[in-house]
């Protein structure tokens, strides 16, 4: 299939998982993996989902 995959990688020696975990909390779904967020979103994404997913990250991140 065809589809987006996004990755953000975090600071040396910061952990993804508690962000992840943090987004979930909130509703939104990604991927820890090491010091990277991995996420899927669908291929055709409105601007106000996209903007809910940063704001969502920007929070979990934070958080630290």
Do not use: C, H, Y
């Amino acid at each position: 299939g065809v589809g987006l995959m996004l990755g953000v990688e975090l600071e040396e020696g910061l952990d993804a998982a508690p962000v992840a975990a943090r987004a979930l909390e909130r509703g939104v779904v990604v991927r820890a993996s090491g010091q990277k967020i991995v996420m899927s979103p669908p291929l055709v994404i409105e601007d106000e989902q996209a903007d809910r997913v940063v704001a969502t990250l920007l929070d979990s991140l934070g958080e630290l």
